[in-house]
């Protein structure tokens, strides 16, 4: 549903993304790994289309980004980590504005099914301004879903969440993959990687290390060590000795 070929994206004569390729199968949950700089959040843009790649060819559901843009988009939703909201519309005004942008049939029924599940229905007449944090996340994650797509691109998922959303978030993802959805996942959150992604994709300088079911890449980094976490595969892939992973945030 997600097919990358030789994907580039150069800024002058600088190289963010290098000959990049890879797919995400339905069902599947695709983790995107890697240092500060690696090209993560690059990679994503240019999948969500936000951005032009230098070269490559990207296909959603079929669909390809360059040539039929909106056909593409209408398949995918993608979750910057940093929410992008409207401060003048109310949480159901924000769904209703969706529905009208996605031509969303039976828009207040689902609209109404999405605030239940992310814990927003008694925040449907707020502004973002009286929001959390998080409950901006679930806004966000609310209007991008609305629309029922098959493809859904999430850059650090968990920003924000306290533990309850953090249990539902991932509990949402594993229902979403099993329902057929294609889903690809940035995070330094090397634990929510190995907990909830069947695929991993590490990536170092813009350029593909591994990829590949997780089983497979653990056998393929993991020597003589075959229960190494995948903070220990993680740091053998990218040559890295030291540092702490699974924390922090940002930078692709």
């Given at each position: 549903m997600i097919e990358v070929e030789q994907l580039g994206k150069r800024y002058g004569d600088f190289a963010a993304v290098t000959d990049l390729s890879f797919t995400v199968g339905s069902g599947e949950v695709l983790g995107l790994v890697g240092p500060n700089g690696a090209g993560k959040t690059t990679t994503l843009r240019c999948l969500s289309g936000i951005i032009p790649p230098s070269q490559g060819a990207i296909r959603i559901c079929g669909h390809d980004l360059g040539q039929a843009p909106l056909l593409a988009k209408r398949e995918l939703a993608y979750f910057p980590d940093e929410p992008r909201l409207f401060d003048y519309l109310t949480v159901r005004q924000h769904l209703r504005f969706m529905a009208r942008l996605y031509h969303v049939p039976d828009a207040e029924a689902r609209g109404r099914q999405l605030l239940e599940e992310l814990e927003l229905a008694d925040k449907a007449d707020a502004l973002p301004g009286t929001l959390s944090r998080g409950m901006k996340q679930k806004l966000a994650i609310a209007c991008g879903l609305l629309h029922g797509p098959r493809v859904v691109l999430f850059d650090e998922p968990l920003t924000g969440l306290d533990p309850y959303g953090i249990r539902r978030m991932k509990d949402a993802i594993r229902r979403r993959a099993g329902e057929g959805m294609a889903i690809l996942v940035s995070s330094h959150l090397?634990?929510?990687?190995?907990?909830?992604?069947?695929?991993?994709?590490i990536v170092k300088q813009g350029r593909k290390v591994a990829w590949g079911p997780m089983e497979d890449v653990r056998r393929q980094f993991a020597e003589a060590s075959p229960d190494a976490s995948?903070?220990?595969?993680?740091?053998?892939?990218?040559?890295g000795s030291d540092g702490v992973a699974g924390t922090g945030a940002g930078g692709g």
């Open positions: 090397l634990h929510l990687v190995e907990e909830i992604c069947s695929h991993l994709l995948l903070e220990e595969i993680f740091f053998r892939a990218t040559g």
